[in-house]
């Protein structure tokens, strides 16, 4: 402690002496020569580091300026009980969103229980009995197989005689605009784009490129909805789909929108007609968006997104550092260290599965809540093969939260994301490959020549 004040008033370039932070990482079992790894890796990505950064003062500035513009008040923060009638704070919300997002109106609600809720909400209720759906992404996230009828469910689309096309991305992970223009016909009603790659290997797409596929689909079909999945991809550029034309942006609370402080929720942010429509079926015909009472939580919608841009960040931070650690240990990884960024997920291949639970091992041991619990692979509903998940997380299940997990099968790659600030992220990190050298899974001999 001592050193630390002393270290503070003499010396202009750090605050506290390279001795004190090693010191600290040793104390939470990081050595020296992982922690100096690290510091190494990292040396090399001030420049990337920096346009992180930039985005974030861009969406920061855009979320101040919407809620000022909302006139966002003290008395938004109060929550209602019962029917939820003229609530000012959730109506406000959703102006705030429909601003963030650059769509007419949004729909916000902790009654929306998930971002597979949100999905389902969307498509359910802008769909009729002979309508079809087209992904023209590939195939979507695990669970909206499901919601759509890919795998038959109860209650699926396909129950209510709804249809699905897919048309798959080339190899070169490129639109097939050939087949999807061959795709769409008489009865396609709306079109779903996965932003984010979820846990596939195909690239994450980019806002621009959301904006060309739109484009194409319009061209063709003026009057077909068009709805992203925006799951991840929040804040990580300075524009949203609502820019390039979506009819419908939707996500989850508990990814970046949320900035950790959310504990529930989902917002369908989009035209007036299809938010209008998700209100009464979240609700009821005739009642909409003037029910739902917001009970105690409007405050951490709000402040969780005011602070989402500066969280997105530091996961984005989390992410970067990772993929390039990994990357020089001679590792594949999704997106390599050097691609640009478009969602927060960094897949690692370790093509072993002692080293996929060395790595969720670090990251649960780096928690800050059940960091005494070892996860371990265990069988899940819903799965073809065992799991394994790290999350010592203040919101259960958050994924904008560090936590990783990954299917133990081969290749035996993990899925890596979140960090609500780049600190925790860049510790977990740091333990992880800890994990992995303590394990022999990583020689000592690397960290001190693997491609520096
Ligand atoms: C997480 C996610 C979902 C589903 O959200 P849940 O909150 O887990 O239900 C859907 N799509 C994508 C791309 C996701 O990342």
């Known amino acids: 402690m001592t050193e630390i004040m002393i270290q503070t008033t003499h010396s202009t370039d750090s605050a506290i002496s390279s001795e004190s932070i090693l010191d600290m990482y040793a104390s939470m079992g990081i050595d020296r020569n992982v922690y100096n790894y690290g510091a190494k890796v990292l040396g090399d990505l001030e420049e990337r580091f920096r346009q992180i950064d930039e985005i974030a003062e861009y969406n920061q500035l855009k979320v101040i300026k919407a809620m000022q513009e909302c006139q966002v008040s003290e008395a938004c923060l109060l929550g209602t009980t019962g029917y939820g009638y003229d609530d000012l704070g959730r109506d406000t919300l959703e102006k705030v969103y429909a601003k963030v997002f650059h769509t007419e109106d949004a729909l916000v609600r902790p009654q929306i229980t998930c971002g597979t809720h949100a999905l389902a909400l969307a498509l359910m209720s802008n769909l009729r009995p002979g309508d079809e759906v087209l992904s023209p992404v590939g ?83 003026p009057e077909v909805i068009c709805m992203v999945d925006n799951c991840y991809g929040e804040f990580v550029e300075i524009m949203e789909p609502g820019d390039v034309g979506a009819d419908m942006v939707v996500g989850s609370l508990i990814k970046n929108p949320g900035g950790g402080l959310a504990p529930i929720g989902g917002y369908i942010a989009g035209r007036t007609d299809c938010v209008e429509n998700a209100a009464y079926r979240l609700t009821s015909p005739g009642l909409g968006k003037e029910v739902g009472a917001s009970l105690g939580i409007l405050k951490d919608f709000y402040q969780g997104l005011f602070l989402a841009p500066v969280v997105t960040a530091s996961a984005l931070k ?35 599965p002692e080293s996929v639970i060395a790595f969720c091992q670090g990251i649960q041991a780096a928690a800050p809540v059940d960091s005494h619990v070892v996860p371990q692979a265990a069988d899940m509903p819903g799965y073809d093969s065992q799991v394994i998940m790290a999350a010592g997380a203040f919101v259960s299940g958050s994924s904008i939260e560090l936590s990783a997990d990954a299917p133990i099968r081969p290749p035996y790659a993990v899925y890596f994301q979140g960090g609500l600030t780049w600190q925790h992220a860049k510790a977990g990190i740091l333990k992880t490959l800890q994990f992995l050298v303590d394990k022999g899974l990583v020689e000592k001999k690397q960290l001190k020549c693997s491609n520096l």
């Open 139 to 221: 195939k979507p996230y695990d669970t909206l197989e499901e919601v759509i009828g890919i795998r038959p469910s109860k209650g699926s689309l396909a129950e209510y005689g709804i249809t699905y096309r897919q048309v798959d991305l080339l190899t070169d992970g490129s639109f097939d605009y050939e087949g999807i223009e061959k795709a769409l016909n008489d009865r396609t009603r709306l079109v779903t784009i996965q932003r984010s790659k979820g846990y596939q290997t195909r690239p994450t797409l980019s806002v621009a490129q959301i904006g060309a596929l739109i484009a194409f689909i319009k061209e063709r079909k």
């Open 318 to 352: 989390g992410a970067v550092f990772a993929a390039n650690l990994y990357e020089r240990l001679g590792f594949d990884v999704i997106p390599t260290g050097s691609e640009s960024r478009h969602d927060i997920i960094q897949a690692i291949t370790f093509h072993q």
